[in-house]
């Protein structure tokens, strides 16, 4: 048995996370939340030529070809420094809707792209407030022409090409839902760009209106396809996640052995203290949930639902934990602009939200535990 | 990244699992499925007996404390093969019950302390279940802040070289049945509290021991008083030098740490089963959103707490030693499990107030309530594991202290407040 990750795997990461530590400083996650540039493209261009947007895209479509565990040790680095790029909506998204649904000239067509940078690639699913459920898509499809909302589409602002979920005719329910690759540059594309709580990665309502729509795997699979990307990129987001909680924690940790209140550290005070240590508590459960989620992921366990469902839930719950009570530790500095405190509340409060919020992933969870597909305990 | 054996790992797992299939004592299991808390559920004959006979057996084919060495008792074995022995042991592990403070922290102080012939003397049969030992720690007065003790030892006047033993310890689990003591006296009161400690182990029938059991707030008695009237004890049975208790009891605390927190349950798989059973509305509980909400954050702590271990076993394999860090299982566990409790009888309503047998899964969320308190509190409670986690895994400073560099004598206590 092995839970950790290889020394080689770790020397990548390492790598990543020193580019990162110089491109993406805070400095540069502020020149994109306090400007309408709708992401670093510089920063995206670095990630592509380092390998890190391609990593597990294998070399037929212009990816580096190493696994899911790679990608994962990265999306932590680009969660710790909440990098203003959409690698999640790209890579953990559109990316691999291709590669698990796309046409081999799908493929060909786009996966070289994304893995380039040279494009950048989302998902469509969401059409109001409230639980996604089936009977709320009602976008459709008629002779390869879409028509519909889709809301809050994550980097919208940035993306050239989306996989939407729409109605093919006038089919009902789950399986009269299909998936279409739509170029957001084309006909029929109406972007209007969001004012988000994370201005890191901005968001946009798109309107359809006839745009040209490809079919992306089988009619009326879609839904199920969807759920199968979603669990795998909840994998990686929640590796995101853990990233954050971990950089909320050791700013907080600094602060507190920084700064003096009443003669002595604010961190030898217990207060402060086991707010800290019960953070370090939440992100050690949820990096280690994680861990099993990236086995899963890794290797296409059976279990791997009820592991996408645990990690996203521990790591959710994680990063809420640490962003706020990292404001906390901070006192008033930690309300200010200028302090990155709400940087990290802001990205843990939206990716708490995208792609499914935590009640819908506890409740994913229960429903899992109950088909059996994993031990309970 | 894999859950697999290594394929001696795997001869390994097949050979525990047959030896267990053929040795283990089979007509046990049906009541020590019943186990509830710090009761193994045996009715049928001596719960302590049937305890002693599994690990005699476990002893004599060489399946007793695995890692220990083999002069001294133990198997011998790496420290992934005792995970797997104790995977493949299942449910008989729970008959080890009253061997873990002796095997889990009074062993390994006397590995590291005893001169060897007392180590040759006294580690089989702790090892085989034949002597059982306590741990002689907390006094009335110090529970946390154990270097608090004022437990005497005092050279004996007729200049024998002994040690003469006056005072008392408290909360000593299992000392109603136990051959010997781990026992942590002071022997220095004018040099500063953790200066001035000195160690011994003794035996638990010398005269002027005396044992009371404490009722204890769920209604068991698994803990004791223990009194010593000039207990005498020899200078050979000191562990480390004179004064340097202090050093050896944190031997037996970062032991006592990981027997405690590693693989603990939160009985989460059994509220889960009880969760597709009960029913609100007509409908089984499970199907309510907010019951899933309340599982779904037990279901993350339990398999984060599995996995968290299954990391520090991947760590100790490739010869890491586990840190402080290991503090976060009891952390975790103690306070879930109390939660969990309340949960499951809340979802019983009215009827759940009813203690025994007859209740959901023989009563076991009850009981869970009332055993829960303690696990918050003994080997760490809650707070001290935080100040654990603070200090020595995120680096944060110390508390402010008034009594480090003082002697003891001169420390303010509740009696003996400065004027
Ligand atoms: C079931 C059970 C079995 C036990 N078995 C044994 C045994 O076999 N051998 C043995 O020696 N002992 C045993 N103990 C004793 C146990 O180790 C002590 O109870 C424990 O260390 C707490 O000490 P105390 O009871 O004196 O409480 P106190 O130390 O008085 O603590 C009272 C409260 O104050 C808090 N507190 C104390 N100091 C601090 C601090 N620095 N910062 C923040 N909060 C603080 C505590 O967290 C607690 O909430 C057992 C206890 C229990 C409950």
């Not at chain 1, 540039?37 to 592509?48: K, Q």
């Not at chain 2, 710090?38 to 001596?46: C, F, K, M």
């Not at chain 2, 000195?198 to 803990?223: H, Y």
């Not at chain 2, 009237?229 to 004064?243: E, K």
């Amino acid at each position: 048995m092995n839970l950790d990750f290889s020394d080689d795997q770790k020397a990548l990461q390492d790598q990543v996370r020193r580019f990162l530590a110089e491109r993406c400083t805070s400095a540069a996650v502020r020149r994109i939340v306090e400007s309408d540039e709708t992401h670093d493209r510089d920063l995206y261009a670095g990630l592509a030529e380092l390998g890190v947007l391609g990593a597990a895209i294998p070399e037929a479509y212009g990816g580096v070809g190493l696994s899911k565990l790679e990608l994962c040790l990265f999306a932590e680095e680009l969660g710790r420094v909440i990098a203003p790029v959409p690698v999640s909506s790209s890579i953990y998204l559109a990316a691999e809707f291709l590669l698990l649904a796309g046409s081999e000239a799908q493929k060909t067509t786009w996966l070289p792209k994304l893995a380039a940078g040279e494009i950048v690639g989302t998902f469509a699913l969401t059409e109001g407030s409230g639980r996604t459920t089936p009977d709320k898509v009602k976008a459709s499809v008629r002779n390869g022409r879409l028509t519909g909302t889709k809301v809050a589409v994550p980097d919208g602002a940035a993306a050239d090409l989306a996989v939407v979920a729409a109605r093919h005719g006038t089919g009902e329910g789950a399986d009269g839902i299909s998936l279409y690759l739509v170029d957001l540059r084309g006909p029929g594309v109406e972007r209007t760009v969001l004012t988000t709580l994370d201005p890191s990665r901005k968001a946009a309502t798109f309107t359809f209106k006839d745009a040209p729509a490809d079919l992306l795997s089988g009619e009326g699979d879609g839904w199920h396809v969807a759920g199968q990307v979603m669990d795998r990129a909840a994998i990686l987001l929640a590796f995101e996640q853990v990233g954050g909680s971990d950089r909320a924690l050791e700013m907080a940790r600094d602060y507190a052995l920084d700064r003096m209140a009443f003669g002595r550290p604010i961190g030898s005070f217990q207060a402060i203290k086991h707010m800290l240590a019960d953070m370090y508590v939440s992100a050690t459960l949820a990096r280690s949930n994680c861990y099993y989620a990236a086995w899963a992921l890794s290797t296409d366990a059976a279990e791997l639902p009820v592991a996408a469902a645990t990690a996203r839930v521990s790591a959710t719950q994680s990063f809420q934990h640490c962003a706020k009570n990292n404001i906390q530790t901070h006192g008033g500095m930690g309300f200010t602009w200028a302090f990155d405190c709400h940087l990290y509340y802001r990205r843990s409060n939206a990716l708490a939200l995208s792609l499914g919020s935590l009640s819908t992933w506890e409740s994913l969870l229960i429903e899992r535990l109950r088909g059996g597909n994993a031990a309970v305990a | 990244m894999d859950f697999e054996d290594s394929p001696e790992e795997a001869a390994f797992r097949a050979q525990v699992r047959a030896w267990i299939r053929d040795n283990a004592p089979r007509h046990l299991e049906a009541e020590l499925k019943t186990a509830g808390f710090a009761d193994n559920g045996i009715r049928s004959t001596d719960p302590l007996a049937a305890c002693r006979d599994w690990q005699r057996k476990k002893y004599e084919a060489g399946w007793a404390c695995l890692h220990w060495p083999k002069e001294y008792g133990g198997g011998g074995y790496q420290p992934i093969q005792r995970v797997i022995f104790g995977q493949e042991e299942g449910i008989y592990a729970s008959l080890s019950g009253p061997f873990g403070i002796g095997q889990g922290m009074c062993g390994p102080t006397l590995m590291a302390w005893a001169a060897e012939e007392h180590k040759q003397r006294y580690l089989p049969p702790l090892a085989s279940g034949e002597e059982i030992w306590c741990q002689l720690f907390s006094e009335p007065a110090s529970g946390s802040d154990l270097a608090g003790l004022r437990t005497r030892a005092e050279p004996a006047a007729d200049g024998s070289g002994d040690w003469i033993i006056n005072g008392q310890k408290i909360w000593t689990s299992g000392a109603h049945r136990s051959e010997f003591g781990l026992l942590i006296t002071r022997t220095d009161p004018s040099v500063p509290k953790h200066k001035g400690l000195t160690m011994f182990f003794l035996d638990m029938r010398s005269p002027g021991v005396e044992v009371r059991p404490i009722k204890q707030a769920n209604g068991q008695s698994e803990f004791n008083e223990v009194y010593f009237t000039d207990v005498r004890i020899p200078d050979s049975q000191r562990l480390g030098a004179v004064g340097q208790g202090w050093e050896v009891s944190l031997t037996t605390l970062m032991n006592e740490r990981l027997s405690i927190g590693s693989g603990m349950s939160l009985g989460f798989p059994e509220l889960f089963a009880f969760c597709m059973e009960a029913e609100i509305d007509g409908r089984p509980a499970v199907d309510d959103s907010a019951v899933r909400s309340r599982l779904a954050t037990y279901a993350v702590r339990q398999s984060g707490l599995k996995y968290t271990g299954m990391r520090a076993i991947t760590a100790l394999s490739k010869g890491q030693t586990p840190g402080p860090e290991n503090s976060i299982g009891k952390l975790v566990a103690g306070a879930a499990m109390q939660e969990l409790a309340m949960f499951a009888l809340d979802l019983q309503g009215a009827a759940g107030v009813e203690m025994g047998d007859d209740q959901p899964l023989q009563g076991r969320f009850q009981k869970m309530l009332m055993r829960s308190p303690a696990t918050r509190i003994e080997g760490g409670s809650d707070e001290i594991l935080r100040n654990i986690i603070g200090e020595r895994v995120l680096g944060l400073p110390g508390d402010v202290r008034v009594d480090k560099t003082v002697a003891f004598r001169d420390i303010p206590t509740s009696g003996r407040q400065k004027a």
